[in-house]
């Protein structure tokens, strides 16, 4: 996450607040229900501070902030600084990969697509989470990304038949996809996680699983 050591306290912070613990468990129920049991070697592309790594037992990261890896790190989270256009493992490293967010955030993400392919094994997996630009939570938060919200600002909300056509143009077989963030932004949370199986049109988050 490129320019992200001036608010990587705050960022993390937000995680903490009742919105954010709420989101961010409906996001880690989303993952769990796609890929509950992740065998070999795992990285986190585009790690932040690790809180989704750290809980789903992803052991590595990277991340091009070095202030966000140093909190990363105080999660127990192996922590690389890199970019993802640019990820400096050789070939076949991997048995599987996660973007959580980082689709929205990075320069190009053909060529970060393109790179996951190939530090992954044969049959290796990737899991990639995204926030659906044409959702009722996309359109929020390019309403916020306009009023120079701090983070999203900085990035960039595809819809999600232009990611799995992406994805899948680089290579990547598609396996399954589980939707989450079924009420509305700014709205009362669910008590517990919700996580439909596809993608439903009104879930502010998909997860969506890949095969190499």
């Known amino acids: 996450m490129r320019g992200f050591d001036s608010i990587a306290e705050t960022y993390d912070r937000w995680y903490d607040t009742a919105e954010g613990r709420a989101i961010f468990n409906a996001e880690l129920a989303c993952f769990c229900s796609l890929c509950e049991h992740r065998q070999g070697r795992w990285l986190e592309v585009g790690v932040g501070t690790g809180r989704f790594a750290s809980m789903l037992g992803i052991a590595e990261g990277i991340d091009p902030s070095s202030r966000m890896l140093e909190i990363a790190g105080g999660r127990e989270v192996v922590t690389y600084t890199g970019y993802a256009e640019d990820l400096p493992f050789p070939a076949g490293s991997f048995d599987g990969l996660l973007l959580a967010l980082a689709l929205c955030f990075v320069d190009d993400s053909e060529r970060t697509l393109r790179e996951c392919r190939r530090i992954l094994r044969a049959e290796g997996k990737l899991l990639v989470g995204i926030i659906p ?80």
């Open 133 to 212: 630009a044409e959702s009722p939570w996309g359109r929020a938060y390019e309403k916020k990304k306009a009023e120079g919200h701090p983070v999203y600002s900085r990035s960039r909300f595809l819809a999600s038949s232009e990611v799995m056509a992406l994805i899948e143009s680089t290579g990547f077989s598609f396996l399954t996809a589980a939707s989450t963030l079924l009420w509305e932004p700014d709205g009362p949370a669910d008590i517990e996680p919700r996580v439909e199986t596809g993608i439903s049109p009104e879930a502010g988050f998909l997860g969506l699983l890949f095969e190499r």
